[in-house]
């Protein structure tokens, strides 16, 4: 049995049945899931007795929102359709509403934990992909790089406070709801440092909302991320937050191109073997479509046999 469970990310959007999902996923050797990225009609084929067959009892975790949002606002992608930040009060109702229908969805599911995005300054705009564009140009260090890289902690800076009280508001809301439900809600490292949360609010989130729902979930890929383009250290989040660690996303990253098959990039797996055996710690191999099968397969024998040798 694997110690790592696998996204449904990779491969939800190639099948119309969820069963076939499932059943592709186990052929590459998992046995535990992650849903994610489910639209309402695949949803609630879940409870087919195809589906089941994978699913009774081996989902941990539900990565919000679960279902997909039954819009997707212009601009906006699946894990942000709504924004728990919003200064729009429409808008961040909504987003609680759908995330509470994931938590309720996780605890129907007997799923452990789900999985958010805290939330971003509104109007925060593509900064950061133009600083990953210098970035992959070699341009690291140029004053050109330096503007676009204050720009963006200008902007945060300005921006947050309004946002990140909407956001604790939010954060009450489903703290309440996960509590009662006995669902744990990890907040995830970003991959944009625009976003929610930096760890001195993590850290302040952890303080306010302290014997709560709230854990710290990291994603190895947006943490080598966010340093490589200079803003918080790879292992700062688990420095700082391991002994709150729920789970992780396990990828790779090659030129910022983050989401690939582990093996098949740059980021540095043995400083992750001491969370890799917690086994309170949901290990989530969260690989993106362009990634193929085999390369998949190679990069859980690799982490397997890494931990097997510590």
């Not at 909504?94 to 229908?101: C, K, P, T």
Request: charged share 30%.
């Amino acid at each position: 049995m694997s110690i790592f469970n696998v996204s449904t990310v990779w491969n939800i959007d190639r099948h119309t049945e969820p069963a076939r999902v499932f059943e592709e996923l186990a052929g590459l050797g998992f046995e535990r899931f992650e849903l994610a990225w489910l639209s309402p009609e695949k949803f609630k084929k879940l409870k087919d007795p195809a589906a089941r067959r994978f699913t009774a009892g081996k989902v941990d975790s539900l990565h919000n929102f679960v279902p997909d949002t039954p819009v997707l606002p212009k601009g906006r992608w699946k894990g942000n359709a709504f924004m728990l930040t919003a200064l729009d009060e429409e808008e961040r109702k909504l987003a609680v509403r759908y995330s509470i229908d994931t938590i309720n969805n996780a605890s129907e599911l007997g799923a452990k934990a789900v999985v958010l995005h805290a939330g971003e300054p509104e109007y925060s705009g593509p900064m950061s992909e133009y600083l990953t564009a210098l970035f992959r140009k070699g341009l690291r260090g140029t004053t050109a790089y330096a503007e676009v890289f204050d720009n963006i902690i200008k902007n945060r800076t300005e921006r947050m406070p309004a946002c990140y009280s909407q956001g604790l508001r939010s954060l009450d809301e489903l703290n309440e709801r996960a509590a009662r439900q006995k669902i744990l809600l990890g907040l995830e490292t970003r991959l944009r440092f625009e976003e929610l949360a930096c760890p001195d609010e993590m850290e302040d989130i952890f303080r306010r909302f302290e014997g709560g729902s709230f854990r710290y979930w990291h994603d190895m890929g947006h943490a080598f991320c966010q340093e490589q383009l200079g803003f918080v250290a790879e292992m700062e989040y688990l420095e700082r937050f391991g002994d709150r660690l729920l789970g992780m996303h396990v990828h790779d990253v090659k030129n910022t191109e983050d989401h690939n098959s582990p093996g098949a990039g740059e980021i540095d797996y043995s400083k992750f073997i001491k969370y890799f055996k917690r086994s309170s710690v949901l290990k989530v191999f969260e690989i993106h479509h362009k990634s193929p099968a085999g390369s998949i397969v190679t990069g859980r024998k690799m982490l397997e046999e890494l931990c097997l040798k510590r």
